[in-house]
């Protein structure tokens, strides 16, 4: 931060700032602990007694297990995230490229058309959409929760280029158009070459929502096409569970989108920032 | 296609067309489709309730009347009462935990981006798995309650997720004497800000308003009753490690929202303070927590739909039966898909689609209007 220094950040504070922290991180990092350590566990040394120490040994097996009962459903997980987040992506690129420079009359009453999607409980359409998947012969497949969240990711998806776009100069394009170029010329040459950092923050977001999204999953998809989400509700919900398998999952389940954050974080928040605070 | 066109619009409406179709269907023709059903009978007979073309008969808001009124949805009203309850102590506890950790953090300690990573990681984690590891951590006999034996005092007993006990209980038939004190209250403090700004007929027209609405509550209102018998509901003690968990998780979120509010406001304004003489103290609470009011009610607005909206990690948490951790969300999903009661559920969709429009709407209309003011 611009002339920001130490010193002054030390003087005088009401609050120590260390112990709190600390005290802070322990909160954050019980439950990453608690997993951890039940995760390593031979499933007969777990008792509630003992949850709090360490294994007495590794045992990675669990991991392994979860794994190979996992294994396709975490595969339906990145092919749902990856091919709808890809989709939404550029959809909602081109929509903020219009939406910025080829602004119309009435496109900005169109924009908040389209962004209450965003905001919507989907418990007020899910009885419609169960019907429309399942009439157009997509209920089951991951096909139709590919679409799902194509569609309901488009409002974030364009908010995000749109912003992203509005800072691109408009002489920019307007010096590429008297060179010739046209919509889709502008748009090749110009814009797309620089979207990368849009792009950046949308993929993330986008994957990272599609990836932990439950209420979809669960409504919409078979044993066959289930995702990540709904396989570890369904492990952990029963009774009896050993909890080594759950917090194994549960780690698995976490992976890709806890290493996308420690990846892009920087991205991360962004995207954050602009489904919150717009404009 | 001609420049002309592009120039025009029309070239532009068309590329925006596919995803206006595809939200005009999922989103508006959807949500019309759900008003609907929710005006129709269908599910009340199970024979038509998964005919592939049910017979549906139109019963206007009878399915809004029995969630409200009627004898055997009381279940629903605790939902309300809960989802009311939970949404503000979650949006409480995220605030004031937000705002700690950015002002700590904004102050630049050694460490601060690892700190800010601890503190936002559980944001990036699916509501599944957040809610998977506490069911763990919330055990009755473990997790937590077992924190105390490290330090060699007694195990907590608290029954985090099935506790029934309640708390802060109230008649909801008595609810439409509740609803006019607080819009009493409400016109009597309008009246208050408009005497102040000096405008007194506005001040007259709320003062008068206010206690029209006053009397008729503490006289006739009071035998207006909704019900007719007194039910009781009121914050059930089991959210609470539902709260716990969900503040985990969003905590950082709130905080990440501060800090980019912090970040905007001038270094100069905090060394001017501090050399007239201002403590630290009273630079947070007279200078920055006002200038972050913006940021405050932007997070408001987005953890208050959220909450209004929470499912995942209930279901997760204490799975979908568990009576006392219940939420509106949940219950349209057990009454839809296992009840087949389609119309309640369709009901239920809409009454949380009304509350999450409530606070959006006004939301969406400012923050286009700032943009378009700037």
Request: hydrophobic share 55%.
């Amino acid at each position: 931060m611009r002339g920001r220094t130490r010193g002054r950040a030390r003087a005088s504070q009401p609050w120590p700032t260390y112990p709190v922290l600390a005290a802070a991180t322990c909160f954050f990092l019980l439950p990453v602990y608690m997993m951890l350590v039940t995760a390593l566990k031979q499933p007969i040394d777990i008792n509630l007694d003992t949850a709090w120490s360490l294994p007495a040994s590794l045992n990675w097996s669990s991991f392994s297990q979860a794994l190979a009962a996992f294994l396709p459903k975490l595969r339906n997980s990145f092919v749902l995230a990856i091919s709808a987040t890809a989709i939404s992506a550029l959809l909602g690129s081109l929509n903020g490229y219009v939406l910025s420079k080829w602004a119309f009359p009435g496109s900005r009453a169109l924009f908040a058309f389209m962004l209450f999607g965003m905001f919507i409980p989907y418990q007020a359409i899910l009885i419609p959409l169960f019907g429309f998947i399942k009439a157009i012969g997509l209920y089951g497949s991951i096909w139709g929760l590919v679409l799902v969240h194509v569609v309901y990711g488009l409002p974030i998806t364009t908010l995000i280029f749109r912003n992203y776009y509005a800072e691109i100069p408009d002489s920019l394009v307007e010096s590429t158009q008297i060179d010739g170029a046209g919509f889709f010329g502008i748009y090749r040459w110009v814009v797309f070459p620089l979207s990368m950092p849009a792009f950046v923050v949308v993929v993330i977001w986008q994957f990272t929502q599609i990836w932990n999204e439950f209420l979809f999953a669960v409504s919409l998809s078979n044993p066959g096409s289930q995702p990540i989400t709904v396989a570890l509700a369904q492990l952990s919900g029963g009774e009896a569970v050993k909890w080594n398998l759950p917090m194994a999952g549960a780690l698995l389940a976490a992976l890709p989108t806890l290493l996308v954050y420690v990846l892009f974080g920087k991205y991360f928040i962004r995207g954050l920032l602009a489904g919150s605070v717009k404009g | 296609m001609k420049r002309a066109t592009w120039k025009s619009g029309i070239g532009g409406f068309l590329v925006l067309l596919p995803s206006l179709a595809l939200l005009a269907v999922f989103v508006y023709w959807f949500i019309a489709k759900t008003v609907y059903s929710s005006l129709t009978d269908w599910g009340r007979d199970p024979a038509q309730a998964l005919a592939l073309k049910p017979v549906l008969r139109f019963i206007g808001l009878d399915n809004y009347r029995e969630l409200f009124t009627g004898l055997i949805d009381g279940r629903f009203r605790q939902d309300m009462v809960s989802t009311l309850f939970f949404t503000f102590f979650f949006i409480l506890g995220c605030l004031s935990l937000g705002l700690v950790l950015a002002i700590l953090v904004d102050r630049k300690p050694r460490g601060e981006g690892l700190f800010r990573s601890i503190f936002l990681f559980p944001f990036s984690l699916s509501f599944v798995v957040t809610g998977t590891i506490w069911r763990w951590l919330l055990q009755p006999k473990g997790g937590i309650n077992r924190l105390p034996t490290l330090v060699g005092l007694p195990p907590g007993d608290f029954a985090w997720l099935t506790s029934r006990q309640q708390v802060w209980r109230f008649d909801w038939s008595l609810l439409p004497l509740f609803f006019a004190l607080l819009l009493a209250l409400l016109f009597a403090f309008l009246a208050l800000s408009a005497l102040r700004a000096g405008r007194r007929r506005g001040a007259g027209i709320a003062a008068v308003s206010a206690l029209l609405l006053g009397l008729w509550a503490l006289g006739p209102g009071r035998s207006l009753k909704l019900l007719d018998f007194p039910e009781l509901h009121g914050f059930n003690l089991a959210f609470i490690g539902i709260l716990v968990a969900a503040i985990w998780q969003m905590a950082g979120y709130t905080m990440a929202l501060y800090l980019a509010g912090l970040r905007g406001i001038p270094e100069e304004l905090r060394e001017a303070a501090l050399v007239d003489g201002a403590t630290e103290w009273q630079i947070h609470t007279r200078i920055i927590l006002p200038l972050l009011a913006p940021v405050t009610l932007s997070a408001m607005i987005i953890l208050g739909h959220i909450s209004l909206k929470i499912f995942d990690l209930v279901f997760a948490m204490a799975g979908p039966d568990n009576g006392s951790t219940d939420v509106p969300a949940l219950l349209m999903f057990i009454t839809t898909f296992r009840g087949n009661q389609f119309a309640k559920g369709a009901a239920i969709g809409v009454i949380l689609l009304v509350l999450v429009a409530v606070i959006i709407l006004p939301y969406l209309r400012s923050q286009l209007r700032r943009e378009e003011l700037s």
